[in-house]
């Protein structure tokens, strides 16, 4: 008799049941290269990309505020210079006064006058 059991989860590859033990991602070899491959190139990898991108970009807005300050003024190469990527944001947000405030994820920036940003926390 086949072993019928199956672990409530579906491959990362052809999407059906998988059979056997309950840490299996794939049925088979196959299954498991037919997805390494497809995250190396198309779509997947650049989702990748730029979800990394945005990761780094929330970091970089992470580290100039310290965990007491709530705002801080800081220009705009020293962005840049760390790495951030001003094209990738995650939303933008446009206050009642027309102000518009860039956000990767939680952590966002306010352009300011003479390239100063002004880098702000979402509560
Ligand atoms: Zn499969």
Known sequence: MPNTNTSGKLCLSCQKPIRGRADKK???DFCRNQHNNSMKSGPEKLIRNINAILRKNRK???EQ???TEKTIAIHRDKLRM???QFKYMTNQYQTQ???TYFF???YG???LENDWLLVVRKK
């Open 26 to 28: 794939f049925c088979d």
């Open 60 to 62: 970089i807005l992470q």
């Open 65 to 67: 505020l310290k965990q």
């Open 82 to 84: 760390a790495g951030f």
């Open 97 to 99: 006064k027309g102000h």
């Open 104 to 106: 990767c994820y939680d």
């Open 109 to 111: 920036y306010l352009l």
